[in-house]
């Protein structure tokens, strides 16, 4: 499965262990003042910790649901 569509040109063909550890500025359309929000608020510094975040996973279950 190839992500590249949905990241910056210097994350792509990178493996998902590498895409896991970049930083979520990687994402297309994340920015640096994005991720450091991020940071500050939820102390998320990778792609991983954003996809792990015990607050965004119950928000997707939360959506999930009521669709």
Request: hydrophobic share 50%.
């Given at each position: 499965?190839?992500?590249?569509a ?26 640096d ?24 996973r119950?928000?997707?279950a ?6």
């Open positions: 499965m190839s992500f590249d949905k990241l910056d040109q210097a994350f792509h063909g990178k493996s998902a262990q590498e895409l896991a550890d970049a930083p979520i500025s990687a994402i297309k359309g994340v920015t003042a994005d991720a450091e929000l991020l940071l500050k608020a939820f102390n998320i510094k990778t792609i991983k910790d954003l996809g792990t975040n015990k607050f965004f119950t928000a997707q939360i959506a999930a649901i009521a669709e």
